[in-house]
T-cell receptor
Framework: GAVVSQHPSRVICKSGTSVKIECRSLDFQATTMFWYRQFPKQSLMLMATSNEGSKATYEQGVEKDKFLINHASLTLSTLTVTSAHPEDSSFYIC????????????FGPGTRLTVL | GNSVTQMEGPVTLSEEAFLTINCTYTATGYPSLFWYVQYPGEGLQLLLKATKADDKGSNKGFEATYRKETTSFHLEKGSVQVSDSAVYFCALSLYNFNKFYFGSGTKLNVKP
């Protein structure tokens, strides 16, 4: 099946710094990628939808200037958490689809971000 | 609005026990329904899905039936194994499967 990777799997950073998380589709071209955030014992919350070559569409309440998303190619999307604060600590998960109606989403293993 | 509610975990069962994880949903349209499974250290994997009312999704001994009248999609398995220990997520999607709403996940622990 389709494989999606994320890097890094864990990252610890100081408050005020920026962190970049990569999401790659390893064996398929993903026209659409999604970024989710998961709090402990809570649902995955969709943050944004990104399409290759265009601006990401952010969900209501998600700060686009804080969570920068770039989908530069059909196999790579990046999420940059800018000026991170402790409340940004969370588990971030990406997923990708082939973009055809009816296709499932393929999920990455997630990235654990801890902001000190 | 659109949302998914699942039973809280963890659920602890002995091997070969019967499993039910409840899932109910609210949706503004006619959703497709999914169960995803997340094994430790791995990404979410599609377990099964159903795209319309009365459809039954099944895979690896797991089953779930799309019940429109009760807005439910409960996951069942007749005899669980230790290897089924994981977190299970119920989800719905609308509009060409491009937007998913997830439940909070239910952790299943199966003891030998």
């Amino acid at each position: 099946g389709a494989v999606v990777s994320q890097h890094p799997s864990r990252v610890i950073c100081k408050s005020g710094t920026s962190v970049k998380i990569e999401c790659r589709s390893l064996d398929f071209q993903a026209t659409t990628m999604f970024w989710y955030r998961q709090f402990p014992k809570q649902s995955l919350m969709l943050m944004a939808t990104s399409n290759e070559g265009s601006k990401a569409t952010y969900e209501q309440g998600v700060e686009k200037d804080k969570f920068l998303i770039n989908h530069a190619s059909l196999t790579l999307s990046t999420l940059t958490v800018t000026s991170a604060h402790p409340e940004d600590s969370s588990f971030y998960i990406c997923s990708a689809t082939l973009g055809l109606a009816g296709d499932e989403q393929f999920f990455g293993p997630g990235t654990r971000l801890t902001v000190l | 609005g659109n949302s998914v509610t699942q039973m809280e975990g963890p659920v602890t069962l002995s091997e070969e026990a019967f499993l039910t994880i409840n899932c109910t949903y609210t949706a503004t349209g006619y959703p497709s329904l999914f169960w995803y499974v997340q094994y430790p250290g791995e990404g979410l994997q599609l377990l099964l899905k159903a795209t319309k009312a009365d459809d039954k999704g099944s895979n690896k001994g797991f089953e779930a039936t799309y019940r429109k009248e009760t807005t439910s999609f409960h996951l069942e398995k007749g005899s669980v194994q230790v290897s089924d220990s994981a977190v299970y997520f119920c989800a719905l999607s609308l509009y060409n499967f491009n937007k998913f709403y997830f439940g909070s996940g239910t952790k299943l622990n199966v003891k030998p």
